[in-house]
């Protein structure tokens, strides 16, 4: 759901679309017992199976004796229950966050007592982002600065998941373009590093390959007036090719088919910018007869529409 904003409109294509990606946003596999199964932004998401704020309750146990465990039965079973409580929430959580309801998980995600835990706050991360797509500013502003805090406590909380990274390249990416041109491009490099490493901690996440191709192609799409202006800044300018990009859209896709209704539009384009009009023209059909879900769709299913009309 990457409905265009006041951030795209001095660069156009340079950066990234970033998805709010309903049916695919990025999640770590969910926790537990309950599921090891990829998760869905249209489609699947991927959830951890162990979390990292309950990582000190586990370990305390394993270096505690056994007759203290036996003299504190009601500790361990406050511990269960914490996890239980935290699985039932990011789970429900999930499934309003998939079925479009952001308010309400939101809201869900606010009201559970310890909001430092690492799978609560990047959750935060993506449901306040995916709020701001609906606000005009200047609260959608507030929601893109709001989403960024969380993303930046959820990558000092565990950087050694995806998550993390993606939603915190994501957020910069949203956040930097609020502060203006400079610090936008001035960001090009970090927020490359952070979907790269998003790919590499989990490559079967089809919604950080889509975001890592958006990058890559809007640095080839780019004008040569802005490239000018990168180059003012970067004594070596970061690069992408549609080559690049193709091969990142086309991994989400062979991850997860029809995971997501902009990947299509953007294989169309790509197919396009690379004179293969026959491909463009398969995509793009495709992305023009999306149904309509949340916000991405609809956008998706717009511009897929005008270009049909022009090949």
């Known amino acids: 759901m990457i409905a265009p904003s006041i951030l795209q409109f001095w660069i156009g294509?340079?950066?990234?679309?970033?998805?709010?990606?309903?049916?695919?946003?990025?999640?770590s596999v969910l926790p537990l017992a309950r599921r090891a199964r990829p998760l869905a932004i249209p489609g699947p998401r991927q959830k951890q199976s162990v979390l990292k704020p309950l990582l000190f309750v586990t370990s305390f146990s394993l270096f505690s004796s056994k007759a203290k465990q036996?003299?504190?039965?009601?500790?361990?079973?406050?511990?269960?229950?914490?996890?239980?409580?935290?699985?039932?929430?990011?789970?429900?959580a999930d499934q309003l966050f998939d079925e479009n309801n952001f308010q309400e998980a939101y809201d869900l995600l606010q009201k559970y007592p310890q909001k430092d835990t690492y799978e609560i706050k990047w959750r935060l991360a993506r449901v306040t982002y995916s709020l701001s797509k609906a606000n005009p500013s200047?609260?959608?502003?507030?929601?893109?600065?709001?989403?960024?805090?969380?993303?930046?406590?959820?990558?000092?909380?565990?950087?050694?998941?995806?998550?993390?990274?993606?939603w915190y390249s994501i957020l910069l990416d949203a956040k930097s373009g609020l502060d203006?041109?400079?610090?936008?491009v001035t960001q090009l490099e970090t927020v490359k590093k952070h979907m790269q490493?998003?790919?590499?901690?989990?490559?079967?996440?089809?919604?950080?390959?889509?975001?890592?191709?958006?990058?890559y192609y809007g640095l080839a799409d780019l004008p040569w007036y802005q490239r000018k202006i990168v180059s003012t800044i970067f004594a070596t300018p970061p690069t992408g090719t549609y080559e690049q990009a193709l091969e990142c859209f086309e991994k989400a896709e062979n991850t997860k088919p029809n995971f997501y209704s902009m990947n299509y539009l953007m294989?169309?384009?790509?197919?396009?910018?690379?004179?293969?009009?026959?491909?463009?023209?398969?995509?793009?059909?495709?992305?023009?007869?999306?149904?309509?879900?949340?916000?991405?769709?609809?956008?998706?299913?717009?511009e897929a529409t005008k270009l049909l009309k022009k090949l």
């Open 13 to 27: 294509r340079l950066l990234i679309n970033v998805p709010q990606i309903t049916r695919v946003a990025t999640r």
């Open 70 to 92: 036996q003299e504190d039965p009601v500790v361990g079973k406050m511990a269960e229950e914490t996890v239980k409580t935290l699985n039932e929430t990011i789970e429900h």
């Open 138 to 166: 200047p609260r959608k502003e507030e929601l893109v600065r709001e989403a960024f805090g969380y993303a930046e406590e959820a990558l000092a909380l565990n950087d050694g998941d995806f998550a993390s990274h993606k």
């Open 180 to 184: 203006g041109i400079k610090e936008r």
């Open 197 to 215: 490493r998003a790919v590499e901690l989990n490559p079967t996440d089809p919604t950080s390959w889509y975001i890592l191709g958006q990058f």
């Open 267 to 302: 294989l169309g384009k790509t197919y396009q910018a690379l004179k293969q009009a026959d491909k463009a023209k398969e995509f793009i059909t495709l992305a023009a007869n999306v149904a309509v879900l949340n916000e991405d769709d609809k956008q998706c299913k717009e």
